[in-house]
């Protein structure tokens, strides 16, 4: 997994007069819950967001938003619905904002951002495509291989039980996984 970066967003949104506000979250504050309309779009300055869903008691993680990413609940900030997901700070975490208002003016008013946000869905979709043939073509061991060798500030900073969700790895099988490979 590979952040979703652009770097003409990117530098956009942090230029002077940049429409974009600053937001903290502490650690397991939630940017969005399941069930509920999300309101922002957001780049992550520092700091992880996990995005997951509650699936008979269970927290499953979907996706883990890094620093110097883009992320939102897009279907339910797009179409203002309830989110099917929960987006929530795994560890303190400073990200760069705009509503849903704001967001739809430079979308309709602002050239470069319309193009760069376009970009940066196009590497999203690919970055979406991987993740799902993997989980579908690689054994867990190589899908843990692949995330030790292209996103190792994850096997450092997020808790093991998040990685093995994310990873659609048992943490039985995880742990296993880890104590073979060191």
């Known amino acids: 997994m590979l952040p979703g970066e652009s770097k003409a967003l990117q ?14 979250l502490d650690k397991n504050q939630l940017l969005c ?8 779009f957001t780049f992550v300055v520092g700091g992880i967001l996990q995005h997951g869903i509650e699936v008979n008691g269970d927290e499953k993680t979907t996706y883990l938003a890094l620093r110097n990413s883009f992320t939102s609940a897009l279907e339910s900030f797009l179409n203002r ?14 990200l760069l904002y705009v509503d849903r208002n704001t967001f739809e003016k430079l979308m309709s008013e602002d050239v470069i951002f319309r193009q760069a946000y ?3 869905i196009q590497k999203q979709i ?8 993997d989980l579908l073509t690689l054994t867990p061991e190589e899908r843990y ?6 996103e190792p500030v994850l096997l450092q900073q997020v808790p ?9 790895i048992s943490m039985r099988h995880m742990s296993r996984i880890r104590k073979n490979i060191k």
């Open 11 to 24: 530098q956009y949104i942090t230029e002077p007069g940049s429409p974009f506000q600053k937001l903290h």
């Open 33 to 40: 819950d399941q069930g509920e309309t999300c309101n922002h």
């Open 81 to 94: 619905v309830p989110s099917r997901k929960f987006i929530k700070a795994i560890v303190a975490t400073d």
């Open 118 to 120: 376009f970009d940066l």
């Open 126 to 133: 690919c970055l979406i495509d991987d993740y799902r043939i």
């Open 145 to 150: 291989q692949k995330l030790l060798s292209t």
């Open 160 to 168: 093991l039980h998040l990685l093995s969700s994310f990873l659609g």
